[in-house]
Structure formats: structure tokens, C-alpha cells
């Protein structure tokens, strides 16, 4: 079997009215490249990444595909990924081997493992050794453009769909803004659902110190991304300050930035991030390192890709996702995702 064609097609929403906010940006540009790969035996894998807070990045991840990428796929064997996987890695390289390069290396691994669970009738977990048969999720129900009334709502929609965990986003201008909007919460979907809060990266070791004592004498479960991703001297300080975990990795390209933070016991929940790791093949081997320190595993976000990496994992904790679509509805039962039995990356 061989690859034939890299297909893309570039979607770019409309600006949005109210765009999702947190304490460190607004997503004011929705858009995604969709990506396929077509082989020669009429398998076609497919993938999707974007960004939605760069005007403009878009166009580039798909101009990197089309321009760069698909020259070098023509005529490969795509079940050869880790092959590919490394040459692109290096071809690429000049580019760096972070950014919007490991966006494209993302869409092209996973849809080469989307060939292969396809040309093995099998889901892409059990492809490298399935350790789980379902997955607990949380959903976030609040993010920072919300009202107190909107968090009330949303939260009541989480509850009745059965989610036994939620995060929220904190870093508001002052502690006490914060404070509101977790009672606030907390008041709506009582004692028993858990609460995670995330900072994305807008704290002082200080203020974290002082804000996550705060959260977790309010029975938070985990503070998240309260530094600066790469401050890894920082986390050190911060995790052994708090008894509270601190969870964080969605902005870390690549296992070896991982193992900057586990050596230093600087992170006490790992959070795959699909397309800053560069794909399917990554994440796991970034959770199986995380395994190997005694660390939990998350996902930065939900559906199949990152419910097949879960799957895969004997250290997995939660999937994050939104609120359930009608069809995630059928495959989410007392707070868990059940595995995919779907080939490649479907149900």
C-alpha cells in the first residue's frame, strides 16, 4: 500500500459575536485545515487541526501541508509512521520542530494511524495495546466570558448530563472574583462533583501559592497551568508548596520538556496536548513516560483521537471535553467514555 495524495481543505468561521475567553486570550479566529490522506487501496485517513486565536494561522498550517509536507508523502508506505513521523521531523526542521511544524506533523500522524486502524479493522488504542475500557471525563463549564447566571446554567447542563467532574478558569484580576465564581459553582452542582480550576499560565509563583491555598481549602482537585509552561524551576517550587496536584503540559512540545518538569517532581498530572506533541504516536509515549514516574496522564481536549490515547494508557486519569453531542451521549455512561471499538479513530 502506498500514499497517493495529501489532501486539504481550509474552513474559517466567522468571527464570533462573544468569543471564549480566559484569563489569557480571547479566541477570536475559529478555523480548521481538514486534512486526508488518500493510499493506492482506497484507504483514506483523515485528521483536522487549526487554531483559533492567530489570524491567518490557518492558511499557513494548510500552505505547510500542500507546499512542504505532500511532496514527501507521495509514494510512502503509511504504515511506516514513526519512519515518516522522523523524516518529516527532519525535513521540517529549519522551520523548528515546534509551533505550527508540530501542528502539521500532528495532522499527518493521525491520519496515517487512521489508516492503519482502518487496514486492521481495529481502533488505534488496541493497535499499540489497549489498558483501559472506559475513561473518566470532565467538561469545562467555565470559562471566563460567562456571567455568574451562564455558569449556573451550563453547570446545570453538565450535571444533568451525568459528568462527575468540571473545571473552571481562574486568574481573574483579583482572588476574590475567583472565590465567587467557584461558590457560585460549587452552590449549583453541589458536594459531590468534582472541581478543577486552570490559570492558563497567568500567575506568580507567589500568587499561585497564595490563590491555590485558598482553592484548595475549597476542595479543589487540581490547579492548572498556573505558570508559564516552561518556568520548570518554578513548578518545582509551586508543587512542593501546595498540597493540592498541579496539573499542566498543554503547552509543551515533545516528551523530552515533559521530563524536564517529572525530574524535577514539578508536575503531579500530565496533560497531553495532541497537536503541540506532534500526533497520536507522541502523546502516548509521553504518557508512558509519565507512567514510568508514577504520574497520572490527561488529555488537552476530547473526541476519539484523544479517547484512543487514553485507552492506551495505564495511567490515564481524565478526558477533557465539552458538553456531550447526541452521538458522544450513547458512548458516555456513569461518567465515563466507554473505548471505541470504531477502526482507526471511530466509535
Not at 479493522?121 to 475513561?135: E, I, M, S
Not at 482572588?175 to 461558590?183: A, K, T, W
Not at 509515549?285 to 509519565?290: E, K, Q, R, S, Y
Not at 495505564?314 to 471535553?321: A, V
Request: hydrophobic share 40%; net charge negative; aromatic share 6%.
Amino acid at each position: 500500500m502506498k500514499i497517493i495524495r495529501l489532501e486539504t481543505e481550509l474552513y474559517i468561521a466567522p468571527p464570533p459575536e462573544r468569543p471564549i475567553t480566559d484569563a489569557l486570550r480571547a479566541n477570536r479566529h475559529p478555523g480548521r485545515v481538514f486534512v486526508k490522506v488518500h493510499t493506492d487501496k482506497g484507504l483514506v485517513g483523515s485528521s483536522a487541526v487549526g487554531f483559533s486565536s492567530i489570524r491567518g494561522a490557518n492558511q499557513t498550517l494548510q500552505t505547510m501541508l500542500d507546499e512542504e509536507v505532500a511532496p514527501l508523502l507521495v509514494g510512502r508506505d503509511p504504515l511506516a509512521i514513526r519512519l515518516i513521523d522522523e523524516d518529516l521531523r527532519r525535513a521540517l526542521e529549519e522551520q523548528a520542530i515546534h509551533g505550527m511544524t508540530m501542528y502539521v506533523l500532528t495532522a499527518v500522524n493521525v491520519a496515517l494511524w487512521d489508516i492503519f486502524g482502518q487496514e486492521t479493522g481495529q481502533p488505534a488504542h488496541r493497535l499499540v495495546g489497549q489498558a483501559k475500557d472506559r475513561v473518566p471525563a470532565y467538561t469545562m463549564v467555565g470559562w471566563m466570558h460567562l456571567d455568574l447566571d451562564e455558569l449556573k446554567e451550563v453547570c446545570a447542563q453538565a450535571a444533568e448530563q451525568g459528568f462527575k467532574a468540571v473545571k473552571v478558569k481562574v486568574g481573574s484580576p483579583t482572588l476574590e472574583e475567583d472565590i465567587q465564581r467557584l461558590e457560585t459553582i460549587r452552590a449549583e452542582i453541589g458536594p459531590d462533583i468534582t472541581i478543577m480550576v486552570d490559570a492558563n499560565q497567568t500567575l506568580t509563583v507567589y500568587e499561585a501559592l497564595r490563590r491555590g491555598q485558598v482553592f484548595q481549602e475549597m476542595g479543589v482537585f487540581w490547579l492548572e497551568e498556573p505558570l508559564p509552561a516552561h518556568n520548570y524551576d518554578d513548578y518545582a517550587e509551586l508543587a512542593h508548596g501546595l498540597a493540592m496536584p498541579i496539573a499542566t503540559g498543554e503547552n509543551l512540545y515533545g516528551k523530552e520538556e515533559f521530563k524536564e518538569l517529572l525530574v524535577r517532581r514539578g508536575i503531579d498530572i500530565v496533560q497531553v496536548d495532541l497537536a503541540r506533541l506532534g500526533g497520536f504516536s507522541e502523546c502516548v509515549a509521553t504518557g508512558l513516560l509519565a507512567a514510568a514516574f508514577g504520574v497520572p496522564c490527561c488529555t488537552h481536549g476530547g473526541g476519539l483521537i484523544n479517547l484512543n490515547i487514553l485507552c492506551a494508557l495505564p495511567n490515564t486519569l481524565y478526558l477533557e471535553t465539552g458538553l456531550l453531542t447526541d452521538e458522544e451521549r450513547d458512548h458516555f455512561v456513569d461518567g465515563c467514555f466507554l473505548a471505541p471499538e470504531g477502526a482507526g479513530f471511530s466509535w
